[in-house]
């Protein structure tokens, strides 16, 4: 292969994937990672305010509010990107929560900084299965999701909420709005 040729190929790929995030800022990614990031802001806050069984209801209407603007965010922008995998993100999603709920039911009686560790981190693992499958971006976000969540527990176990709240959930926050203004 000549330089200019291999030059031409570099371009090609560098089209590409600017191709590619602006369709991920189109589709709806970032406001999700805003949502998101604020549902887990508010539900780690309070977890860690309120702690017991109105915690447990704050995550419930939470997570109902997260996956109704999910959908509305989805239905307003599917149409700009469309993908085969969109509803198996979504099935994975859902049966991702259902196993949380079932796992942390079994496993019940847990302190409460172990069960804010054990969701995040399943949570985050599903970034990572995501990733591997259609994004960087999600991958990474579930490693460094992961490893703060590991650090928060391992270093202020009582002060865990206010970690994830602010480091967790404002990093979606922070990741939604660098997606929605970097990758027009």
Wanted: hydrophobic share 60%.
């Amino acid at each position: 292969m000549e330089a200019d040729e291999a030059q031409i190929a570099l371009d090609q790929i560098r089209l590409a994937a600017e191709q590619t995030r602006r369709a991920v800022a189109r589709s709806g990614t970032g406001w999700i990672f805003v949502i998101w990031g604020c549902v887990w802001f508010v539900g780690y806050l309070g977890s860690q305010l309120l702690g017991g069984a109105r915690s447990g209801v704050l995550w419930l209407v939470l997570d109902l509010l997260g996956g109704i603007a999910t959908a509305i965010v989805g239905m307003r922008t599917g149409h700009r990107v469309r993908t085969a995998y969109g509803w198996r993100v979504a099935g994975l999603w859902l049966a991702l929560m259902a196993y949380i709920g079932l796992l942390v039911w079994i496993a019940w009686p847990m302190p409460p900084e172990r069960t804010v560790v054990f969701v995040t981190v399943a949570i985050s693992f599903g970034y990572v299965f995501v990733g591997l499958w259609l994004s960087p971006v999600l991958l990474w976000t579930g490693l460094a999701l992961t490893a703060l969540a590991i650090l928060g527990w391992l270093l202020m176990p009582a002060y865990l909420g206010y970690w994830i709240a602010f480091l967790g959930g404002g990093g979606l926050v922070g990741l939604g709005i660098y997606i929605l203004r970097a990758w027009k």
